[in-house]
Nanobody
């Protein structure tokens, strides 16, 4: 059975950093595309970043470029999202998702809260 468990969220001041983790089980992250999404209260879910297993290509939302970095540790079957220079508008619940290809997100975690104060 596929499981995705996010961790690493918390409260930080603007300009701070957090590293989110997405621990996968029931499949190998080598074989799946993995993505991070976020959803703030009253807003639609937004794509943050994704990584493709086939070629290692990465994608970032426009407001995340240069601040966020997605990476993987295959030995731990875990995907990370390093978030630097955090802004209050980054406040949201962050979810990881997995699927056979980018855009086909079949599996979701339960999310981790990130709160950035001014």
């Amino acid at each position: 059975e596929v499981h995705l468990v996010e961790s690493g969220g918390g409260s930080v001041q603007a300009g701070g950093s957090l590293r989110l983790s997405c621990a996968a089980s029931g499949f190998s992250i080598d074989d799946y595309a993995i993505a991070w999404f976020r959803q703030a209260p009253g807003k639609e879910r937004e794509g943050v970043s994704c990584i493709s297993p086939s070629d290692g290509d990465t994608y970032y939302g426009d407001s995340m470029k240069g601040r966020f970095t997605i990476s993987t540790d295959n030995s731990k079957n875990t995907v990370y999202l390093q978030m630097n220079s955090l802004k209050p508008e980054d406040t949201a619940v962050y979810y990881c998702a997995a699927g056979p290809s980018p855009g086909s997100w079949n599996h979701w975690g339960h999310g981790t809260q990130v709160t950035v104060s001014a």
